[in-house]
């Protein structure tokens, strides 16, 4: 038994779960819901959260169509139309902005996401004990670890002087780079350290799904002869794979918005080539140089794409399931 | 036309609540007990809330000059000024969201917020006021009408009060520090050239001056693009024309934009060149200021020379005698260093907004600080705390006690803020202290003789302007930054060239230069 607490419900047998409910001519809408009045004042607090931290902001976007000045308000402000989306997209900064933006986000997703399911794979391998929990604590550890002081680290780290891994470089009889200042080393260093700091984390989510698999399942394999790998292949992975799915859309959600204050604090005028995405930009522009209405448009641009990345996926990971499932 | 009725409809909107504003105001001041002259300024005490910046160290109501303003005003002040950089990331959201303090002390509001909140009624118009109770600010303006100019706006308002000291301090915020010592032990000279300047940063590359048997010496660090501690001079002694962070000089009434000129991009080729030598630290872009003077007190000495606004403060004091100013390089125009558009004047130093419910007295307040006398202990501290009349009468700062730095002594007894100290005022009321009258010293014996000659000045800008400079500017900023960075480390500025000056001009590059063209025009008529 381990420490773990998530839980995946058990999957339900396939024959339980119709393809295609038939419709049932049944009770009015409103009937329902008075039978079933628990549910919705269960939900109810969701459900005001989400209407007043998340839609009623939205009423804020449109001075992305505006010329907004704070004494005229949101609605009062005068309409701009789309000049500031043209703005932006005739900027000479828009074609960088934008394959920065998708570059680092893509690249993230890609190194950064497969990282714990690997981890928490070789760590079910070890039996449960002291050497396990130690392990995983320190896998864990790093999550707890601000941004703010993870780059503050990395300066002092990767310094061209006085830094640990150029003085080991040197050492080694390799020349010393100047990690912060240059484009190509950026996305390295930043999804390194996102790797870093937020594997352990969703490791302990894939180890709660690979704890519930049945060992029975295991035991079965063994039986036929299956090896380590055969059973990591075939048990482990499949069973881990409804969680490997949901992980998987909830980052794409969150792909557009990778860390933002990362960015703005690894930012150097020499890496700025590289570094310089939406939402740093959207910070110069916006908060510091007070164009609210041209951030806004840019970042509404930011979240339509994220949107349709999302919507892409999303029919991605359900036909790759239904393919799974035939 | 779309335009023509927004201006106006803003107009009506802020001619409608300056109305309610200051019949709201009246009401208040006949329960607080208003005087027009004399103190206290109100006999029922009243509160009002500042909000603006301050320095780090600084803790405004324990400061024994503003326990004394509240006892001899009867105004109480509920201060919310923050340090700079959390301030101003906090100065555009406290002004879009309508929660107004009754007035910005230490304001750091820029041009584009004062024409911005000024003509849609945020900030109030101060003219009427300072005209019944702003005495000792309408004798500055006499004496002055050049500061007068840069306070008043394009619409003919003013929106915002000065704060100025007539010392010229920033004229050459450059200073280049070397070591000396180290020069003397490789038998070199003081460079005058900027040949001998090459040879000696080449020399302390490879000689090994601090003698520790390691290549660890800096030949030249600074900070690109930081006020006062880029290479911006080195560009003139390299090509004949010197750089600033503003990329703008004025030359024969002309503003030149550098960042686009065949000099530039000479005095960068040559840069690069001294980078690939190993010359320039490669953290010069990437350090902060932090990173920066802590250089400086590493255990063994390693900084060759280095830029910043003074030589201590850098390698601190026990180091400080290895090293000395050095003067202006001669170069393809001659002996040259760039004269900064920092000016002695600054028009935000303090803004009523249209929360205040007492209007004329926070006036009166403010104007107080206007005083001569009392103007320098806002920026040096109380009489008696940190400033004492010597036997002529003239004010000077107290000394220092053992273990305190004067710097540091300053943030924590001066709440700076709205004050004006003029040139006569340095002669006659407060003496400059001590390394102020240093740096005037050092500035008009080294740099000075050799500055340019004109300089872009505190001009003001129609809203029109700022709208079209601040989208052009978000672009051309990010491009040149980024260049000037990556062309001196990494090369290529022949190559590139051509590429970024149309993306420059794609970006309106020229527009910005006319702009900046008309506005200085425009001001040099006013000042005659």
Request: proline share 6%; net charge neutral; with cysteine.
């Amino acid at each position: 038994m381990t420490t773990l607490t998530l839980r995946r419900p058990k999957p339900e047998a396939p024959d339980a779960r119709p393809r295609h409910p038939q419709p049932t001519p049944g009770p009015s809408l409103a009937k329902r819901m008075a039978l079933r009045w628990q549910l919705y004042v269960l939900i109810a607090p969701a459900l005001l959260y989400i209407v007043v931290f998340k839609f009623w902001p939205m009423y804020g976007v449109q001075i992305a169509f505006r010329n907004f000045n704070p004494f005229d308000g949101f609605g009062g402000s005068p309409w701009a139309g789309l000049q500031h989306f043209q703005r932006f997209f005739g900027s000479a900064q828009f074609a960088t902005l934008l394959e920065n933006t998708i570059g680092l986000a893509v690249t993230n997703l890609v190194v950064a996401f497969p990282v714990p399911i690997i981890l928490a794979l070789m760590l079910n391998q070890l039996p449960a004990g002291r050497l396990r929990s130690v392990v995983q604590g320190i896998l864990y550890s790093p999550t707890f670890i601000s941004t703010v002081v993870v780059v503050g680290m990395l300066y002092l780290l990767l310094s061209p002087r006085t830094g640990m891994v150029n003085n080991a470089i040197d050492l080694l009889g390799g020349e010393r780079i100047l990690f912060m200042g240059s484009p190509e080393w950026f996305r390295p260093v930043f999804v390194g350290t996102t790797v870093w700091q937020e594997s352990g984390f969703q490791m302990v989510i894939y180890l709660a799904a690979l704890a519930s698999i049945d060992p029975a399942l295991h035991d079965a394999a063994r039986v036929d002869g299956a090896n380590t790998w055969q059973r990591l292949r075939h048990v482990d992975l499949p069973g881990i794979a409804p969680t490997i799915a949901v992980l998987f859309l909830l980052a794409v959600g969150n792909l557009m918005n990778v860390s933002f204050e990362k960015a703005l604090l690894m930012q150097t005028p020499l890496n700025l080539e590289s570094s310089q995405i939406i939402q740093t930009y959207v910070y110069q522009a916006g908060l510091q140089q007070a164009q609210f209405s041209y951030s806004a448009a840019i970042g509404l641009f930011n979240s339509l794409l994220n949107l349709v990345l999302l919507l892409t996926f999303a029919r991605l990971v359900s036909r790759l399931q239904g393919g799974a499932d035939q | 036309m779309k335009k023509t009725l927004a201006v106006a409809a803003a107009l009506s909107l802020s001619l409608a609540a300056g109305c309610s504003g200051s019949s709201d105001a009246a009401d208040g001041q006949a329960d607080a007990g208003f005087k027009t002259t004399g103190l206290p300024i109100v006999t029922q005490p009243i509160t009002l809330t500042f909000t603006g910046s301050k320095a780090p160290l600084a803790d405004l109501p324990a400061m024994t000059l503003v326990k004394q303003w509240q006892k001899d005003t009867n105004v109480a002040i509920t201060w919310q000024n923050l340090p700079l950089d959390a301030y101003k990331e906090k100065k555009n959201l406290i002004l879009a969201s309508g929660d107004l303090p009754d007035a910005f002390y230490n304001s750091e509001l820029s041009d584009s917020d004062i024409m911005t909140y000024g003509t849609n009624g945020t900030l109030v118009p101060l003219e009427g006021l300072i005209e019944k109770y702003a005495p000792n600010l309408q004798k500055v303006f006499e004496k002055r009408p050049a500061l007068k100019a840069a306070v008043t706006a394009a619409d003919g308002h003013i929106y915002a009060l000065p704060s100025a000291e007539e010392l010229e301090l920033g004229a050459v915020p450059f200073f280049w520090s070397i070591n000396t010592a180290w020069l003397k032990k490789l038998g070199l000279s003081m460079p005058q050239t900027v040949e001998d300047y090459h040879a000696a940063l080449t020399a302390f590359r490879t000689k090994d001056p601090n003698g520790n048997g390691k290549a660890d010496e800096i030949p030249l660090s600074f900070i690109g693009n930081w006020w006062c501690a880029d290479v911006g001079d080195l560009f003139a002694a390299l090509s004949g024309m010197p750089d600033n962070v503003d990329h703008r000089i004025v030359r024969d009434d002309k503003v030149i934009y550098t960042a686009i000129q065949p000099e530039y991009r000479d005095a960068i080729a040559k840069l690069h060149q001294w980078y690939s030598e190993g010359l320039i630290d490669p953290e010069s872009f990437t350090q902060n200021d932090k990173q920066y003077l802590a250089k400086g007190k590493t255990s063994s000495e390693v900084l060759g020379s280095y830029v910043w606004w003074e030589t201590e403060e850098v390698v601190g004091t026990d180091r400080v005698k290895d090293y000395a100013l050095m003067g202006p390089l001669e170069g393809p125009a001659g002996k040259l260093v760039g004269r900064s558009n920092n000016v002695d004047y600054s028009r935000n130093a303090f803004a009523i907004t249209r929360a205040n419910k007492h209007p004329e007295a926070t006036m009166r307040w403010v104007d107080r600080l206007y005083d001569p006398v009392m103007s320098a202990q806002v920026a040096w501290g109380a009489i008696g705390e940190g400033l004492q009349k010597d036997a002529s009468g003239l004010l000077v700062a107290t000394p220092l006690k053992a273990g305190e730095n004067a710097g540091e002594r300053r943030q924590k007894i001066a709440p700076n803020g709205p004050h004006v100290t003029l040139k006569e005022d340095f002669q006659t009321i407060v003496a400059p202290e001590p390394r102020a009258a240093q740096r005037a010293k050092d500035l008009q014996e080294i740099y000075l003789p050799y500055a340019e000659k004109q300089s872009y000045p505190l001009a003001f800008f129609t809203q029109d302007e700022l709208a079209r400079m601040g989208q052009i500017q978000t672009d051309v900023k990010a491009i040149v930054d980024e260049k000037r960075a990556a062309w001196i480390v990494r090369g290529g500025v022949e190559k590139d060239w051509d590429g970024y000056v149309s993306a420059l001009k794609q970006a309106g590059i020229d527009d910005l230069v006319g702009i900046y063209q008309a506005a200085y025009d425009r001001n040099k008529q006013n000042s005659q």
